[in-house]
């Protein structure tokens, strides 16, 4: 059983930025695929973005590229998700989830872990 353990949110300003981490406490996260999910209230839940640990090879859906930057640290078995350039409408509890590979669509049942998130919120 891989444990995931999200930290980092908090409540930022709009413009604002956040870091938020995956941790694997007791595992290695090497064979696997590091997706960072969102789910805002009343909504459904989306991918966000995934790294691949092996080769941190990257996808981003089109509403976060150019603002958040996902990177990994294999030594720390972390996961991290730079934020920037908050809005609003990224309010939402975001977590991370473990998968064999990064899938194209960010489907969410390739994905077997899932961490319990963090949650964000942007406001003034």
């Known amino acids: 059983q891989l444990q995931l353990v999200e930290s980092g949110g908090g409540l930022v300003q709009p413009g604002g930025s956040l870091r938020l981490s995956c941790e694997a406490p007791?595992?290695?996260?090497?064979?696997?695929?590091i997706g960072w999910f969102r789910q805002a209230p009343g909504k459904e839940r989306e991918g966000v973005s995934c790294?691949?640990?092996?080769?941190?090879?990257?996808n981003y859906a089109d509403f976060v590229k150019g603002r958040f930057t996902i990177s990994r640290d294999n030594a720390k078995n972390t996961v991290y998700l730079q934020m920037n350039s908050l809005e609003p409408e990224d309010t939402a509890v975001y977590s991370c989830?473990?998968?064999?590979?990064?899938?194209?669509?960010?489907?969410?049942?390739?994905?077997?872990?899932w961490g319990q998130g963090t949650q964000v919120t942007v406001s003034s």
């Open positions: 790294i691949r640990m092996s080769t941190g090879s990257a």
């Open positions: 007791r595992s290695t996260l090497d064979p696997y695929a």
């Open positions: 989830a473990a998968a064999y590979y990064c899938p194209t669509s960010m489907a969410q049942d390739e994905y077997f872990y």
